[in-house]
């Protein structure tokens, strides 16, 4: 009987106080799925760190004009330096084939980029990353063959500088958005705590205890609060198929950025569900135990 009694006060207040409900569900949603996000984004950075920075080389590309006598000092120097732990040499048809591999999804692009457009190269592994300095100044640019000495670790650390950008900037909004839905619940649970003020007022009279009063306001946000973190699931299973799977799909086959599994779907969207819960409820507590005499 109690329990059935919970309910239906649960359902009355959100009745009650439906375009509020709906405001406090959106702003929660939003809040939530820019955090899940912001998971999916941090999770992604993680795995391209594993990926790249076990194969970043040293890139020694060769001018057009390189002969014979350059190219061999050049690969003799390279298999007699401590500093290299390994290297291959990639020519035009070579490098033009790699190119054409990964951008094997945008026909276009290949189409119009010649084949004698990409430079023929060395690819250093060194001993220790950290070192290309050395590697830098035993093969200047524009002398003896050498057209550019390219560190890949450099362009790494400033893509990975940006997708920690876009991950911080996408929290910070996440954790603005929190706050508008901490506030709006806050503000939502005073107003149906005052409508049912007479209700509640008979009830303590009565013997109900002061949990009993508030169980229904908690469990009104905390269902709030699962709803906008299921809309936020949502949003993330779209952002999938609806971008990852068909914008990305390219860049994704090409081993240029990692899959988003489905399991990391599913994961962070219980995350966002049990936060949007867990959010919702303790607000709710919160405000009643402050500013609510009930």
């Not at 890139?59 to 007699?80: G, M, P």
């Not at 299921?230 to 971008?243: D, E, H, N, S, Y």
């Not at 303790?282 to 009643?288: H, K, N, S």
């Amino acid at each position: 009987m109690r329990v059935n009694f919970v309910l239906s006060e649960v359902a009355t207040g959100l009745r009650r106080n439906l375009t509020m409900t709906v405001a406090m569900i959106l702003t929660t949603a939003i809040s939530l799925g820019l955090m899940g996000t912001g998971l999916l984004i941090a999770g992604m950075i993680s795995e391209m760190k594993e990926i790249y920075y076990d194969k970043v080389q040293v890139s020694i590309f060769l001018a057009d004009d390189v002969t014979d006598e350059q190219r061999t000092a050049i690969q003799t120097e390279l298999e007699q330096s401590p500093e290299v732990a390994n290297f291959i040499y990639e020519s035009k048809d070579e490098a033009y084939e790699r190119f054409q591999q990964q951008f094997s999804q945008q026909p276009e692009l290949v189409e119009n980029t010649p084949a004698d457009a990409l430079p023929e190269s060395f690819r250093v592994e060194l001993v220790n990353p950290e070192r290309y300095p050395v590697i830098a100044e035993a093969f200047p640019n524009g002398q003896n063959g050498v057209d550019q000495v390219r560190d890949e670790g450099d362009f790494l650390d400033r893509l990975f500088s940006l997708l920690n950008g876009a991950r911080n900037a996408t929290i910070a909004v996440a954790v603005i958005q929190a706050l508008a839905a901490l506030l709006l619940i806050s503000n939502t649970i005073q107003l149906a705590a005052f409508n049912r003020r007479n209700e509640t007022n008979i009830m303590r009279l009565v013997g109900a205890s002061r949990w009993y009063t508030q169980l229904p306001f908690i469990l009104e946000a905390a269902f709030a609060g699962l709803i906008g973190g299921l809309l936020a699931a949502g949003g993330l299973i779209l952002t999938k198929v609806l971008f990852v799977d068909r914008t990305l799909a390219g860049p994704i086959k090409a081993g240029i950025i990692p899959q988003i599994e489905w399991s990391s779907i599913v994961q962070n969207s219980l995350i966002v569900s049990g936060v949007g819960v867990a959010l919702a409820g303790v607000a709710a507590y919160v405000t009643l135990r402050l500013y609510v005499r009930l």
